[in-house]
C-alpha cells in the first residue's frame, strides 16, 4: 500500500504539456491569412429575380426571405451589385407558402463592389416588419451585412452579421436562389454542401442536399 501511495506524486509530475508542444511543433501549420479564396475569369451575371432567405442563428429555421432584384455591372473579374431587397411575408405560415407576399418597404443597397474572388458585402438597414419576422412576428429595426460569395448564374451565398432589434445574429446564414417562374421556390438558407471555402475543397455531408 506504501509503495502505491508513493507512486501518486511520480505520476502526477509528468509533463503533459511540454509533451503537448513537442507534438505540436512536430506538425505542418497553415497560416490561413495566407489562404485566399479563388479568383475568377468572369464575374457571374446574376441579373434577374432571386429568392434569399436567412437562417438566424438566434431562431434556427424561422428563415427571414426577400426576393431580390440584383442587377450586376461587370469589369471582368470584378464588378458593382445593384439590388432591392424586398421582405415577404413569413410569420405563421409555411417557409414554403405560396402566400409569401412583399411586407413593407424594400432595402435598396446598390454600387457593392463584387471583388475578383466574386464576394461582397452589401450592408442592409432597415425595417424589418412583424409579418416578415417568422420567428416572433416582432417587428424590429435591422443593421446587417450581408457577406457573399457569386457562386453560379444560380447560386449565391454567404454569412449574415449584425443586429435585428435587440437581437446580435452573428453566426447566421443565408444563400439565393433565382426565381425563374411565376411561383417562388422553396427557401434554400445555407450554401451548397460541395463547395470552395478559402481554396480548400470542403467535405461533402451527406445530410445536406444542394438546390
Known sequence: MALAVSLVPVAACVDAQGRFDEYD??????????????????????????????DPSVAPGSYVQLRVTWNITSTGATGTLDGSYQPLRTFAIPADSPARMPVGDP???NGVVVDNTASFSAHIVGTLPGDANAASGT?????????????SMD???????GTVGPLNVAGSS?????????MLPAPVAICPAAMVD??????????IDAP
Open 139 to 151: 417587428e424590429y429595426p435591422a443593421d446587417i451585412t450581408l457577406a457573399g460569395t457569386i457562386r
Open 25 to 54: 511543433e512536430r506538425l505542418p501549420h497553415i497560416d490561413a491569412s495566407t489562404i485566399d479564396s479563388p479568383m475568377v475569369d468572369m464575374m457571374p451575371d446574376v441579373d434577374g429575380d432571386w429568392l434569399l432567405a436567412i
Open 107 to 109: 432595402y435598396v443597397v
Open 155 to 161: 447560386s449565391v451565398c454567404g454569412t449574415v452579421s
Open 198 to 207: 478559402a481554396g480548400v475543397d470542403a467535405p461533402v455531408d451527406a445530410g
Open 174 to 182: 443565408f444563400a439565393a436562389i433565382r426565381v425563374t417562374g411565376s
